[in-house]
């Protein structure tokens, strides 16, 4: 049996590191394209447009439409052989209806998919709300963990948690994907849903600690065996959700893309932090303490 | 009543025994330590809190899965579970589940209340803004809008599957303030007076306004006038219908109430030969020259209308004005193809996904894992009953929710099932070993969902919209999986043992 807490600083450190890369690429965007991340119109108002066309169309036309209204500079994107993205700045209800008059008039006959114009206000509310969430989120799991648990098990826990945020995060920044609300809603169901195999890891231990058989047992070695003990079902347990993810990420459709590629990042990276990053951090952690 | 009797006592003897093995654990090994390692449990003793709680739940369910009371009791069983998945049938058919604005199409718009000289935003002059929308709303015909305040001084509507957002959102979010107003045409040589020479000549409230008449959408003419004084406003009328003029056009007729009536009939006896300007959000939009009193308290609104601004300014007028004006500031319109091209999709995304899952926990798990597939089975219409039966909005990022916990609900299984692998290793008998693992894993089992919903009711709480149906479909299904797993599950390979399908824990059919 392979003892993972003997290696244990290896894994954090490559843990702590991939971390930093992340924040860096979080650095790097700030500077290169002066925000961290590719925020969507939810974050920073604006309009997206969703169009679809009787015929073909090409980016090209739909620009030329666009420089009429001095849009030129908007982000124009085919997302099919009829269908057009456009993201710009917050449009007036009149603009946007001249707009879509003159589409229908010198390119075809335009169908709205999908219209969004979110004002300012209403993006800095939803960045505020996000940082809320996350906060509010991590307090209700340490009040648990630390109750069911101890202090020490649920800032284990938690700090596997950002470390998973953390690093999905830098991905999709990495990446430069477009994020919306729903990135928010992704990042709190990896926190809530990659403490799973985390605690099952704990109980474990929790269960461990308490046979009389092992009580000779060093800290350590328990929570050694406690992860192998229960390593297939840390494996199975999100196989079974990460089939789900692929699915969707692969037939679910446009609007769910991203956010099932953020839940494919972030639950792939949960499981492995549940096993090498929030048991090593624990039983780091209890060595420190019993060595004062 | 001996029938039931026999496995109740058995439960309580459970109980007394737990609690007697627990204790003598704790005697063994330093009792004291663990107690101190609780931070928020000092001198309780936790360890004997979760048995307890665990054998007063088994409690609920004892007849179903302790010891077989009668050769009858797997027909018993039968039963109860046909019996939840009829009435989950029954529910859904009852009441069928709404779809939300993205699935269905329609148009969601976020209003903010602007404070003006005279009127605060506030709870009252809020609560005013949201019933004129409601009057509006329904003078549009929308089928169950949603219309509800957000904050301090938001107003979210919501019009499922309208198919001109265009005409909504002019109809919504226009003041619709009325006023009649006391006029005179300006001399001519008056132009380019200042303000403070029209009031000074006029009285302190004229101000100089434009009237246009426009031709195909083309100003042809623009006439200044002198706005003397408003002297009767939207309030005062009684209604408001859609009528034509003498020569066919599009107006507006409407009716003062009395205290309207009268002091319109004063206002024209004195306006003879002068014009009276109508003016709606401060734009006017006609001012005819009054020819002679009008005592009926009846009037003609014209203006170059169209048949459809009539009927709009109709429903306007009936509805009252905003007693504030408000801004839009959120509008999202999603068309119908978007939301069918989504459902279709999501169909095939979880068709497969739960027949991969079907696969891997049949091939990995054997027939146990046939069992927690026939649970999901059960798991599927029993969570969308209850999202039904709670009237909730079905709505794409919910689906995705959905289909995830389809994910999560096998994981509990997988922990029992693990769990029953160790067991069976040790040697015990198939009985044991599943009671064992129900009861070993219940703690991992509550102790991750809980995590997880605690991270949905977060979501619920901050998120608005469409990711509420997010966070909701996920805490109902970590809820209805906890159900399914610790019970139907339990349930159903019971009956595998009562009906002595698997007796040997060698068994080729179980997972070791």
């Known amino acids: ?292 | 009543m001996g029938l039931l009797k026999k496995p109740f006592l058995e439960a309580v003897d459970n109980i007394v025994s737990a609690s007697k093995r627990v204790s003598c654990l704790e005697e063994k090994r330093k009792p004291r330590r663990y107690c101190r390692r609780f931070p928020f449990c000092h001198g309780l003793k936790p360890a004997e809190l979760i048995p307890r709680l665990k054998m007063l739940a088994s409690h609920c369910f004892y007849m179903l899965y302790l010891q077989p009371m009668s050769k009858n009791i797997n027909q018993l069983r039968i039963l109860l579970i046909l019996g939840i998945i009829a009435a989950s049938v029954y529910v859904l058919i009852q009441f069928p589940l709404n779809l939300g604005l993205d699935l269905q199409g329609g148009t969601r718009l976020v209003y903010e209340g602007q404070e003006t000289e005279k009127v605060k935003v506030s709870d009252d002059s809020m609560a005013g803004v949201v019933a004129v929308i409601r009057n509006r709303i329904d003078g549009l015909g929308v089928s169950e809008p949603t219309i509800q305040r957000k904050g301090q001084s938001q107003v979210i509507v919501e019009l499922p599957g309208i198919k001109d957002p265009e005409r909504a959102i002019a109809l919504i979010g226009d003041t619709a303030m009325l006023e009649f107003v006391e006029a005179e045409w300006l001399p001519g040589d008056a132009r380019g007076a200042s303000p403070e020479k029209v009031k000074e000549f006029y009285g302190a409230e004229a101000r100089i306004g434009t009237v246009k008449e426009e031709q195909d959408g083309r100003v042809v003419s623009e006439k200044p006038i002198v706005l003397k004084k408003t002297v009767l406003t939207g309030a005062d009328l009684k209604g408001a219908f859609p009528g034509f003029d003498q020569y066919g056009n599009p107006v507006v007729d409407i009716e003062f109430n009395d205290n309207g009536a009268k002091l319109f009939a004063e206002v024209t006896a004195r306006s003879v030969n002068k014009p009276i300007a109508i003016i709606l959000d401060r734009k006017v939009i006609s001012a005819p020259n009054v020819r002679e009193p009008i005592p009926s308290g009846r009037a003609q609104i014209s203006g170059n209308f169209k048949a459809e601004d009539v009927r709009d300014l109709v429903i306007k007028l009936k509805a009252g004005s905003l007693p504030i004006p408000v801004k839009m500031v959120e509008t999202r319109i999603v068309g119908p193809s978007l939301g069918k091209d989504s459902i279709d999709r999501s169909k095939i995304a979880g068709v497969l996904g739960f027949l991969f899952i079907v696969a891997f926990m049949v091939i990995y798990y054997r027939l146990p894992g046939f069992i927690s597939v026939l649970s999901l089975a059960i798991y599927v219409p029993l969570t969308l009953s209850i999202l039904a039966a709670f009237h909730t909005t079905l709505t794409l990022p919910g689906i995705a929710g959905f289909l995830l916990t389809l994910g999560m609900a096998v994981d509990a299984n997988v922990i029992i099932y693990e769990r029953l692998k160790e067991e069976l290793r040790l040697g015990k008998t198939v009985k044991a070993s599943f009671a064992a693992a129900f009861d070993r894993a219940f703690a991992a089992i509550l102790d991750s969902n809980v995590t997880t919903i605690i991270g949905a009711v977060t979501l619920f709480f901050v998120g608005t919209g469409t990711i509420r149906g997010f966070a909701i479909t996920l805490t109902i299904g970590i809820l209805v999986s906890m159900f399914t797993a610790l019970t139907l599950t339990r349930l159903m390979l019971n009956m595998l043992v009562d009906a002595k399908i698997v007796t040997d824990p060698n068994s080729k059919l179980l997972y070791k």
């Open chain 1, 1 to 292: 049996m392979f003892d993972i807490i003997k290696k244990s600083r290896m894994f954090l450190t490559v843990s702590a590191i991939v971390t930093a890369l992340a924040l860096a690429v979080l650095l790097f965007n700030f500077m290169v394209h002066g925000k961290p991340m590719n925020f969507g119109i939810d974050f920073t108002g604006g309009t997206m447009l969703n169009l679809r066309f009787a015929k073909a169309v090409s980016v090209g036309e739909v620009r030329q439409v666009l420089d009429g209204y001095g849009l030129g500079e908007s982000t124009i994107q085919k997302s099919g052989d009829q269908d057009i993205l456009i993201r710009t700045k917050p449009l007036d209800n009149d603009v946007r209806t001249r707009l879509l008059a003159d589409f229908n008039t010198k390119i075809s006959q335009t169908e709205i998919l999908e219209a969004d114009v979110i004002g300012p206000t209403i993006g800095k509310e939803l960045g505020q709300q996000a940082i809320w969430a996350l906060l509010l989120a991590s307090l209700g799991i340490i009040i648990y963990v630390s109750f069911r648990f101890e202090v020490k098990y649920a800032l284990a826990a938690l700090l596997a948690l950002y470390h998973d945020a953390i690093i999905t995060t830098g991905i999709i920044a990495l990446l430069w994907r477009q994020i919306d609300i729903t990135f928010v809603a992704a990042l709190l169901t990896i926190m809530g849903y990659s403490i799973n195999d985390t605690i099952v890891i704990f109980d474990r231990i929790r269960e461990n600690l308490k046979k009389t058989s092992l009580a000779k047992k060093k800290f350590n070695e328990i929570v050694n065996l406690s992860i192998w003990e229960t390593m297939s079902r840390s494996i199975n347990t999100v196989m079974t959700v990460l089939f789900m993810v692929l699915c969707l990420l692969i037939f679910g459709g446009e609007p769910l893309r991203e956010f099932s590629l953020t839940l494919l990042i972030g639950f792939t990276l949960g499981a492995y932090s549940s096993v090498f990053v929030a048991p090593t951090l624990l039983a780091l952690w209890h060595h420190n303490e019993s060595k004062k």
